[in-house]
């Protein structure tokens, strides 16, 4: 730990022991003092992307860092490491660049709050949170370029800074990052709901100390960390092999013609320590989808896997970190070099979830998930009333279909993140120049199977003032594949209709696109992969299905499933169907990728109405021949 910690109280913590009862208390004190940090986040800030659709990120970690209860892992190591600074009661820490933190967070729309929780002179806690800004400056509305080469270019880049020394903003700081976002009214309120909720939560960290004593609070929070790292230690042994399990899949483009790039990693077990060596992803891109994987963040992605799959009731935080090992090349769409653009990251956590899942289910296929935390589809809108010339700027995250799996469905239209909510129209059309006429899934768009990939969503905007929009999506050349005999989701569309009746199919990942009032923007996401022989679903369920608007008649063929016109079963039809099905078809492979990455050039012309992206390779090669 490079940050120097003040303390005017010397004295050091006494390791006392914690009764069940206690820490069951203080484990879900800390439960809610993390909820509460969400509440008090989206009852204050202003954005549609915090305040109605919840992109921020809470945690609270122990004296040294380690977070206790959370999402995404403890954002402080990279920080404590990297910080030259001292740290005092008062001070609250602001920053957004991912590279001054060893990739805490992501990208520059992510500003993190890092607050120090000191009782009776002695830090006892730290409470932080960050959230995405819809915009933080740089060269395009929404500080998201796809085209972007270089971090300078989207946006401006705060350092690990005291917006509060001693209790006493800053305000001159504060108003040059303002100055700097196209947005500065909201960003200042979601800052200081994000400061709010990190108060919030130290208030209820200082009660615990209070109400049990700083010596047993400190203990407990130790204890939950080792609590979870035993816990973790049965699970990797009873369940990840010695033997190496590899896995690859793909970020479609880049949103310069090239891909797709490769997320290839490889798993097994040395001793009691998993590890995870992602040699052979490719080398980071040009542009702006290099995703810098906080080595923490990747422990914390597999632990949470590794408890929702095989134990749902650990409470999941930063004690086992040791038991795993990450390599990730330098260089690579992983780990780019500074100052490699990162603000279009988000289809490489994505990934990451699949390859991850692909990984711990090869070897248990019976907890294999199928594809489909595959990316989080952004659009971002901008202009100016005609009549009053006041600016306008929407920046709105999509939802599509969750994979088929073992123990069930994947919800139809839901995002990425489980506690991602959708903004919903009203909020839309009240507060922009924009109508939405359809908002509904897509029948068949989740992949066949014994369990059904969820379906994906399609959205039509119907505009209504000139204005700009940009697109960030994927899967819209791989797909989303299905598992255990189960068949890919379909992919993602984006179908713009001008007011004259053109159509033209946009690009996943497009920036400065301008629309006119009358013009129709139909946004079709991904659907999941299903799980399990489809052939054998209970053609009920598809009855069912069909019923609901999820299958369509001609979808429930799929599932070897012949209905009536009133939509009941046909079993002496439908049993015939599926023994010719099942005999054209043959074995059932473990994947299905919907054809090689070669077999997908051949066909994406025809298949999305958009031309292959052209091998990354081709781009190294002119690049070093220039």
């Known amino acids: 730990m490079v940050a120097k910690i003040i303390e005017t109280n010397p004295t050091p913590f006494q390791k006392v022991a914690v009764d069940p009862i206690t820490l069951d208390i203080i484990e879900n004190a800390l439960r809610n003092a993390r909820t509460e940090m969400d509440a008090t986040l989206f009852r204050t800030a202003m954005s549609p992307g915090i305040r109605e659709q919840g992109d921020a990120f809470p945690l609270i970690a122990n004296h040294e860092g380690k977070m206790v209860v959370g999402q995404f892992g403890s954002f402080l190591g990279g920080f404590l490491k990297n910080y030259k600074g001292a740290i005092e009661e008062g001070d609250v820490i602001w920053l957004s660049d991912p590279y001054s933190v060893e990739g805490a967070i992501s990208h520059l729309n992510d500003w993190l709050v890092i607050l120090p929780v000191f009782k009776d002179g002695r830090l006892v806690a730290w409470t932080c949170h960050f959230g995405h800004q819809t915009d933080v400056g740089g060269k395009v509305p929404g500080s998201l370029p796809t085209d972007a080469t270089s971090i300078f270019q989207e946006g401006i880049r705060i350092p690990p800074v005291k917006l509060f020394r001693k209790g006493v903003l800053n305000e001159d700081l504060l108003e040059l990052v303002l100055n700097n976002t196209r947005t500065r009214d909201w960003c200042r309120s979601d800052l200081n709901a994000i400061i ?119 409470l999941f935080n930063d004690g086992f970190y040791d038991l795993v090992e990450t390599r990730i090349p330098e260089g690579s769409l992983l780990k780019p070099r500074y100052p490699a653009a990162l603000s279009c990251r988000t289809h490489g956590i994505g990934r990451v979830f699949d390859v ?85 899934t897509i029948p068949d768009s989740g992949g066949a199977g014994l369990h059904r990939g969820g379906n994906g969503v399609r959205i039509a905007y119907r505009f209504l003032e000139p204005g700009a929009i940009a697109i960030h999506d994927d899967r819209w050349f791989t797909y989303p594949w299905g598992v255990n005999g189960g068949e890919p989701g379909w992919r993602s569309r984006r179908m713009l209709v001008r007011a ?67 939509g009941t079963v046909d079993t002496t039809a439908t049993a015939g169907l599926r023994e010719r099905l099942a005999k054209a078809r043959g074995d059932v492979g473990l994947f299905d990728f919907g054809g090689g990455i070669e077999e997908l050039r051949d066909r994406c012309q025809t298949e999305t109405g958009l031309p292959p992206p052209r091998d990354p390779a081709l781009q190294e090669s002119v690049a070093s021949a220039t």
């Open 196 to 314: 709010a909720s990190c108060r919030i939560a130290a208030r209820r960290v200082g009660e615990l100390c209070h109400r049990f004593g700083t010596d047993m609070f400190v203990s407990a929070t130790d204890e939950l960390l080792a609590r979870n790292r035993r816990a973790m230690a049965r699970l990797i042994e009873s369940s990840i092999s010695t033997d190496k399990v590899s896995f690859e899949d793909y970020i479609c483009d880049d949103g310069r013609g090239y891909g797709p790039y490769k997320l290839k990693a490889t798993m097994w077990r040395e001793g009691d320590k998993v590890i995870l060596d992602w040699e052979g992803t490719s080398p980071q891109s040009e542009s702006s989808i290099n995703f810098y994987l906080n080595e923490n963040m990747l422990k914390m992605f597999f632990g949470i896997y590794m408890i929702m799959v095989f134990d749902p009731q650990i």
């Open 356 to 440: 991850l899942g692909a990984l711990l289910g090869q070897r248990t296929p019976e907890f294999l998930n199928a594809a489909g935390f595959s990316s989080s589809p952004h659009l971002m809108l901008s202009g100016t009333y005609r009549g009053s010339g006041k600016y306008y700027q929407l920046f709105q995250i999509g939802f599509g279909g969750i994979p088929g799996r073992p123990f069930g469905d994947g919800p139809d239209g839901h995002s990425l993140w489980p506690n991602f909510t959708n903004v919903p129209n009203e909020f839309l059309e009240a507060y922009f120049p924009l109508r939405i006429e359809r908002y509904e």
């Open 500 to 566: 004259n009746g053109e159509q033209v199919v946009l690009a996943a990942k497009i920036d400065d696109v301008q629309v006119r009032p009358g013009d129709l923007l139909v946004f079709d996401t991904w659907g999941g992969g299903g799980w399990g022989d489809p052939l054998a679903r209970d053609p009920s369920l598809v009855a069912a299905d069909v019923k609901r608007g999820l299958v369509t008649m001609d979808g429930a063929a799929r599932y070897g499933v012949v209905l009536a016109a009133d």
